[in-house]
């Protein structure tokens, strides 16, 4: 099952069975030279995307080679795709089930254990369920560890993103060219190292300024 271990994938319950999904994927990303393999828990197929990406799908079987429909299908893209914002909403679409983005990490009792960052629901538009942030850094990939989830990160009168895996520093900007912009609510956090509580929530358009003025107040703020 190489590519399966990476630490970002999608994930989802597809009610399809593999080579229905086999078909779907296909359909949607043309994918080529599929090669399907099990073993005593997982079943599974290898493919090529079109543009040199190595796919895995994984789910678990129920012992006599039937389908699991209530365990998660996984998709793990090697190199994991930069825009994973586009692409989770097309898996979404292509398999007509909410799919989650996020880390996986494989436990010793053969499941899984994820942390969803993105989430997508079927629908003819872009996510509803990712966040603005998301959608901002969509494309983006980490410099040193690869990730493609960022937070924002507000400081002085800066923006800048920051990468949730390693939390290396990425692109930054004003706060006052990205603030303005911002679609949907935004959850502040103080950047204290742990996540707590948020201390502000709300709609961008009507929180901006509020953010601005304790961010110069000298707090360092984490937004997402
Ligand atoms: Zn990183």
Redesign the pocket.
């Known amino acids: 099952m190489s590519g399966a271990f990476q630490s970002q994938k999608f994930w989802g319950q597809a009610q399809f069975s593999l080579q229905e999904v086999k078909r779907l994927l296909s359909d949607s990303f043309g994918l080529g030279q599929f090669a399907f393999d099990y073993e005593n828990v997982f079943e599974w197929f290898e493919a090529q995307g079109a543009e040199g990406s190595h796919w895995n799908v994984s789910r678990k079987h129920d012992g006599d080679g039937q389908p699991s429909f209530d365990e998660y299908l996984i998709i793990a893209i090697s190199p994991v795709p930069k825009n994973t914002v586009e692409l989770g909403q097309k898996i979404s679409n292509a398999l007509s089930c909410t799919v989650s983005f996020g880390e996986g990490a494989y436990d010793k009792n053969d499941s899984w254990k994820f942390v969803e960052r993105q989430k997508f629901v079927p629908g003819p538009s872009r996510s509803q369920t990712a966040t603005f942030i998301d959608k901002l850094s969509d494309g983006l990939r980490?410099d040193?560890?690869?990730?493609t989830v960022f937070d924002g990160i507000v400081s002085g009168l800066s923006f800048s993103f920051r990468?949730c895996?390693?939390h290396?520093p990425g692109p930054a900007t004003s706060w006052s060219a990205v603030g303005p912009k911002w679609e949907g609510t935004i959850k502040v956090y103080r950047d204290e190292g742990v996540i707590d509580a948020p201390v502000l929530e709300g709609e961008g358009k009507e929180i901006w300024q509020e953010i601005r003025q304790l961010s110069l107040g000298g707090k360092r703020l984490l937004l997402r």
């Open positions: 980490c040193k560890c690869g990730g990468c895996s390693c290396s």
